[in-house]
């Protein structure tokens, strides 16, 4: 649907934090499917959480996993700014 260029370009989390951005993570849970620590798994490896075996995509832009929970932490200096 996106096709292979825009996809390439998916949630560059760690190119946007590197240039600045703060980012702010959250969960619609239990109201939507995107429980987080499924969403974390993906932020941090890039990989499916419903297929851990399929290839990272974009490894390049996975996030450790302190810069992961850090945005997504209520009442963090981030979560502050925003």
Do not use: Q
Request: glycine share 8%; charged share 20%.
């Amino acid at each position: 649907m996106l096709g292979d260029d825009r996809v390439r370009r998916g949630y560059p989390w760690r190119e946007l934090a590197a240039a600045g951005a703060v980012l702010a993570f959250g969960s619609d849970a239990p109201t939507a499917p995107h429980p987080p620590l499924p969403d974390m798994f993906i932020a941090t490896t890039r990989r499916s959480a419903s297929d851990p075996g399929l290839p990272a995509n974009t490894p390049e832009y996975a996030l450790p996993l302190a810069s992961r929970t850090a945005p997504g932490t209520p009442r963090t200096p981030a979560a502050e700014r925003v």
